[in-house]
């Protein structure tokens, strides 16, 4: 079966630092797809970013950045320079491949980010 | 961007009433839609997969009968909870499938207050 960990409940951090979200997941298929998604206070789910199982390169946004390790099962989210608009829920979440499209969304229980200034 | 959207965002009702939510998809065509529940500071929950012109698949536990599911048209579908008791308060968020079967798009979710 699928799954989805997020052993980290609550990071609490200081303006400007760095900090990293992990995200472990666990599965039996080659095609797969993982997501990060931000759910500030006021509920909506933001799209961060999507991967698919055969691109390990690590991607670079602005301030964020992910590291991608099969080897490990791993999908870290780092967080560079934080804001305290950063402050928010981040879900990790996974879903299985199936002849071009995706399966349903499994999420990790999410990770509360506070940014303080 | 495709946007997604949910109404109403907030609602109080009484127990014993029913109430429904609405997903649509306003720039795309989506045959697959999500009910997703949310308990405070928890994870999101699939409740069922809602597909255009025939019934909604249920996840195990999920009542079929309390959350009634429509999908009538490619870009909208309602969740009904029927007999709303406290317990079924919630944030139920909804999500559409583009029908080139990759992207999944949120809506902003709708917070529900039984009293």
């Known amino acids: 079966a699928q799954k989805v960990t997020q052993a980290q409940t609550e990071i609490s951090v200081v303006e400007k630092e760095d900090v990293t979200l992990d995200c472990v997941y666990e599965t039996r298929d080659t095609t797969y797809y993982l997501f990060w998604y931000k759910q500030p206070p006021s509920g909506e789910l933001v799209f961060l970013i999507r991967r698919n199982s055969f691109d390990e390169q690590n991607e670079i946004s602005g301030r964020y950045s992910w590291n991608f390790q099969k080897s490990t099962s791993s999908f870290n989210f780092t967080i560079t320079a934080s804001q305290v608009v950063d402050s928010a829920v981040y879900f990790c979440?996974?879903?299985?491949?199936?002849?071009?499209?995706?399966?349903?969304?499994?999420f990790g229980k999410g990770t509360k980010l506070s940014v303080k200034p | 961007g495709a946007v997604v959207s949910q109404h109403p965002s907030r609602v109080i009702c009484k127990s014993g009433t029913s109430v429904k939510i609405e997903c649509r998809s306003l720039?795309?065509?989506?045959?697959?839609m999500f009910w997703y529940r949310q308990f405070p500071k928890k994870s999101l929950m699939l409740m069922a997969t809602s597909n255009e012109g025939s019934k909604a698949t249920y996840e195990q536990g999920v009542e079929k009968d309390k959350f009634l599911i429509n999908h009538a048209s490619l870009t909208l579908s309602t969740l009904t909870v029927t007999s709303a008791h406290p317990e079924d308060s919630s944030f139920y968020i909804c999500s559409a499938r583009d029908n080139r079967g990759h992207e999944q798009y949120f809506g902003p979710g709708t917070r529900l207050t039984v009293t």
């Open positions: 979440a996974f879903a299985a491949g199936y002849g071009g499209s995706q399966g349903n969304l499994i």
């Open positions: 720039d795309f065509q989506a045959t697959t």
